[in-house]
């Protein structure tokens, strides 16, 4: 019920391609949705978000969408570039003890190639 | 605006002994989380705090772990005598608020020889 899974594991595209990384829940009272981005040795960096009245939800090339029935959602990004090489997280939060509590996925290793 | 801070950014202990990692939360942010990240794995949630008080730490091992953060200073995360299976990434995140975002250091990879 706590889980959060992400697909696929690692994903390899040419440098324009749009990547797709898919999540999947469980849990119908997580309310908020992050993306996270970690570069090797660094730590995760929120890069955009959703909530569940929102269908879809862009941020310059980064697009999240949301399907509440299918309780999944995605990230897309649009014309990638090899500096988004990167390990992408989903995350999915509720209230509980009086703060969001977040539930990683498991992460998608990307690689764009030049 | 300085954002969150770690150190060490890298620890070597041996088994048995004490590991004690820092986390300075970014300028007025007063909650604090702790996650582990083992190797090729997502990140799990350990304990949330605020100023001298422990708000939820039902991610934390039963044994030889602790944290704590305290009205002075950063907060730490104390694993006593460490094993092998202790290694992994450890990152602090904070937030301004209970229901804000949280922000994540660059971690401390901690490393049981």
């Known amino acids: 019920q706590q889980q959060v899974k992400q697909s696929p594991q690692s994903l390899i595209v040419q440098k324009g391609g749009i990547p797709i990384i898919n999540c999947a829940y469980e849990?119908?009272?997580?309310?908020?949705f992050p993306w996270y981005q970690q570069f090797p040795g660094k730590g995760p960096a929120l890069l955009i978000a959703?909530?569940?009245?929102?269908s879809e939800k862009k941020e310059g090339r980064f697009t999240i969408s949301f399907n509440k029935s299918a309780k999944q959602f995605s990230l897309h990004i649009m014309d990638s570039q090899p500096g988004d090489s990167a390990t992408y997280f989903c995350?999915?939060?509720?209230?509980?003890?009086?703060?969001?509590?977040?539930?990683f996925g498991t992460g998608t290793r990307l690689k764009v190639l030049a | 605006n300085a954002g969150v801070m770690q150190n060490p950014r890298h620890l070597v202990r041996r088994r048995g002994q004490e590991a004690r990692l820092r986390c300075s939360p970014m300028?007025?942010?007063?909650?604090v989380y702790w996650y582990r990240q083992l190797p090729e794995e997502g990140l799990k949630f350990m304990v949330y705090?605020?100023?001298?008080?422990?708000?939820?730490e039902s991610g934390m091992p039963k044994e030889r772990f602790s944290a704590e953060f305290p009205k002075e200073g950063p907060s730490i995360l104390r694993i006593q005598q460490v094993v092998r299976g202790d290694s992994a990434a450890y990152f602090c995140?904070?937030?301004?608020?209970?229901?804000?975002?949280?922000?994540f250091g660059p971690g401390t990879r901690l490393t049981v020889t």
């Open positions: 300028k007025g942010h007063s909650h």
């Open positions: 959703i909530r569940p009245d929102v």
């Open positions: 995140a904070s937030s301004p608020t209970e229901f804000y975002e949280q922000y």
């Open positions: 995350a999915a939060s509720l209230v509980t003890s009086g703060t969001y509590k977040y539930i």
């Open positions: 849990n119908t009272a997580f309310d908020y």
């Open positions: 705090l605020q100023k001298e008080n422990i708000i939820d």
